[in-house]
């Protein structure tokens, strides 16, 4: 890196060609010796992509792709100004194969093409080990899709995601637990897994803040199809209730065995059971089941009718999942560049961190470890073979039926306790409202 | 008292399946010496087998049970083959080679089945809809399915069966001869090449229906279901004594009841300082006891050349 940061330094100054983002993901050294380059050029800004373009989650990857493409085209027609010239986006997209060392590759790939900004990855396993190379780089990462915790706990300036992650989705199916299904006792399993014991857990805390009782806790594998045992144990305990995390391969299976065991307690989990896999394993038992997803129902999204058109026209194919915040990413990184005057990472990073977006998927605001603030989850239950929306909750602190301002409303979980995001207020031209 | 008893159930039946796959690598360790690793394997394709034919049948329009027979019986014409031509290609080969070589082809063979596995039926779980909802009935507060108690029969039936046949019938005269001392039994007459492919053979043909059981008892496999499945019923042969045909049974249930039992409850008895994920530590833990106390297994002979 070191090696060959002069050359390409002194090119890029002698082309006074867009900005310093080489500048930065090359020579760390300086920060400071970049100036902008005073051309009258049209200002080309890259935007990075980056998720599973091919294998088994290809359909998802793509559409991520999809949604950052179709947020460029519509920037480029409209004509966006950053600072006094006429900017001009160029999509570089990436394939990371859902695959954590591909998308460091892939990471260093987009870092040596300069982009400004990175909309990716998707998985959780991709986003956290590209994060430092973003980091280190100084480039500012939004993902779409990734809900573990860690992502965002790493402490760096550059991490950000629009999605609701697993911290605030086990608060939010506790909260609807006790609160809409008047859950009093209730039995929680977990597949051991970061991911599955991560949201049963954070499940537990707030159902037992919430004076629920806990009655077991019990584990099994990601790998396991016996839950016959661990089943039983807990109808000893007559829960109204069991939480599964996990993913559905375990869920079917062991909704299938709850009926079995004739266990009358309603089932739940979060978005890893929330899929058409799980209707299809756990067959007729899996009436009644319920499960969260991070964010709204398509069609229930602020501008979703009217994007799930427009993507539908430019790639005649319906929206999967999360193109709507691919594209809100690259809408929110180009706010703030509109505000920084700069596509500068260096200048527009602090911007980012204020920055208030009216989104496809809703309002748009980060809190200060680049989490989305109040992003909604939605539940949704089986009905009839189908998953059916049921409610839609914004992860509001507990209690305080405060009147939503636009500022405050710290994360839902409580990781970093009463630290305001104060950061929010001031910048904010358009109330949050919901 | 009636979560104790729907746990001994729940053993059970999980113990009755891991009898079956036992078997299989029980047989061909007596005669041979050699641990198959590929049998759980083998048991993933009967699985799937008939996962694959119960869907196709069903379709077509057959009645449940003669769906399930049929697939049963695909299954074991695929898996006693299957069984069959390993045993020829890769083990045959390696007949007098020393001991380590065949223990390595076995893991490759392992392996080749699991990836052909995942090429034939994709790396995702395969599921099996639900065609049949079995009946439950009360047993002392328990719940029993007809499928459960099915499984229970046709295993012990299976295990009687094959018992009967290796101690009354002429080629179970002969396994057991070869057992005994390959190179006399055959100087004796006794062909003991037909004789190990059809150790493979019969071993194949029950881990079919040990397949076909876990696809219906739990709706779900994939390409990789056999490994910790022949792990368990490789660890219950050893438990019961490997070599063993009676020792296996005993070894399947034996381990499947104090695995129910250790999951219901480990965490009672450890104070709440194990919860149920440590189950399998009361199993192995078994295991460790009776190889110390009784390095042959429960009901294995010690003999001179094999431990």
């Known amino acids: ?434 | 008292m009636d979560i104790f008893v729907q746990q001994l159930i729940n053993g059970l039946v999980l113990g009755s399946i891991y009898a079956l796959v036992a078997l299989g690598y029980t047989m061909v360790y007596g005669i041979l010496g050699l641990i198959n690793f590929a049998h759980g394997d083998v048991t993933m394709i009967g699985a799937l087998v008939s996962a694959t034919l119960i869907q196709l049948l069903h379709a077509a329009g057959l009645p449940v049970p003669v769906s399930l027979l049929l697939a049963g019986g695909g299954a074991v014409v695929v898996c006693a083959s299957l069984g069959f031509s390993i045993e020829r290609i890769a083990y045959r080969p390696l007949r007098n080679a020393p001991r380590l070589a065949p223990l390595i082809t076995a893991i490759g063979v392992s392996i080749l089945i699991q990836y052909s596995a995942a090429l034939i039926w994709g790396k995702q779980y395969i599921a099996l809809p639900a065609i049949i909802t079995p009946p439950s009935i009360e047993f002392a507060g328990a719940q029993i399915n007809h499928l459960q108690i099915a499984i229970v029969i046709l295993a012990a039936c299976i295990m009687g069966g094959l018992i009967w046949f290796i101690h009354h019938s002429r080629m179970g005269r002969a396994m057991r001869a070869t057992e005994q001392n390959p190179a006399v039994a055959s100087l004796m007459g006794v062909d003991t090449h037909a004789v190990i492919a059809m150790t493979f053979l019969l071993g194949s043909a029950i881990g079919a229906i040990a397949g076909l059981m876990v696809i219906l008892y739990y709706g779900i496999g994939h390409y990789f279901m056999g490994f910790m499945l022949g792990l368990k019923a490789f660890t219950a042969a050893v438990l019961g004594g490997i070599g063993n045909v009676g020792g296996a049974v005993i070894g399947g249930l034996l381990l499947g009841i104090i695995e129910s039992l250790a999951a219901g409850y480990i965490e009672q008895l450890s104070g709440g300082l194990l919860g149920s994920n440590y189950r399998d530590i009361f199993a192995f833990l078994v295991l460790i006891l009776v190889l110390l106390l009784r390095p042959q297994g429960l009901l294995g002979q010690r003999s001179g050349d094999r431990a």
């Open chain 1, 1 to 434: 890196m070191t090696l060959h940061s002069k050359p390409i330094m002194i090119r890029t100054i002698m082309s006074s060609l867009v900005l310093s983002v080489g500048l930065l993901g090359c020579g760390k050294e300086q920060p400071p010796a970049k100036v902008e380059a005073p051309a009258p050029q049209p200002l080309i800004i890259k935007i990075g992509s980056a998720s599973p373009l091919t294998g088994p989650q290809a359909h998802i990857g793509i559409d991520i792709r999809n949604g950052v493409q179709l947020a460029i085209e519509d920037l480029n027609a409209a004509g966006i100004m950053v600072g006094d010239q006429k900017a001009t986006f160029e999509l570089v997209a990436e394939d990371d194969e859902a695959n954590p060392t591909k998308a460091t590759t892939v990471a260093q790939k987009l870092v040596d093409a300069k982009v400004a900004a990175v909309v990716g990855h998707f998985n959780s396993g991709a986003s956290i080990p590209a994060s430092k190379i973003y980091a280190d780089a100084g480039i500012p990462q939004i993902s779409p899709g990734s809900t573990n915790p860690d992502y965002t706990l790493k402490g760096y300036p550059t991490t950000f995601r629009v999605v609701a992650h697993d911290g605030q989705q086990g608060p939010t199916l506790a909260r609807f637990a006790i609160n809409t299904l008047k859950s009093r006792s209730i039995a929680v399993i977990d597949d051991s897994t970061a991911y599955g014991q991560g949201l049963a857990d954070n499940f537990e805390a707030t159902a037992k803040e919430l004076g629920a009782k806990i009655v077991a806790h019990e584990h099994t594998t990601d790998k396991d199809t016996d839950f016959k045992a661990i089943l039983t144990k807990i109808k000893g305990k007559k829960p109204d209730l069991i939480m599964f995390g996990g993913i559905d391969p375990q869920a079917g299976p062991m909704i299938k065995q709850m009926q079995d065991l004739r266990i009358k307690a309603r089932f739940m989990g979060g978005d890893g059971v929330q899929t058409p896999n799980f209707i299809k394993l756990g067959g007729a038992a899996s009436e009644g089941a319920m499960a969260s997803i991070p964010g709204l129902p398509k069609d229930k999204m602020p501008g979703g009718n009217e994007f799930l058109a427009k993507f539908k026209t430019r790639f005649n194919q319906d929206v999967e999942l999360f193109a709507p915040m691919g594209y809100d990413a690259v809408q929110v990184l180009v706010a703030a560049m509109k505000r920084a005057g700069s596509a500068d990472p260096a200048k527009y990073l602090p911007e980012l961190k204020n920055t208030q977006h009216q989104g496809v998927i809703g309002p748009i605001a980060f809190d200060e470890k680049g989490d989305l603030k109040n992003a909604p989850i939605t539940i949704y239950v089986v009905k009839a073979g189908q998953w059916e929306p049921l409610e839609v909750i914004q992860p509001e602190p507990v209690a305080v039926a405060a009147e939503s301002s636009p500022a405050p409303a710290a994360p839902a979980n409580a990781v970093a306790p009463a630290e305001a995001p104060a950061a929010a207020a001031p910048s904010a031209p358009t109330a949050v409202k919901k």
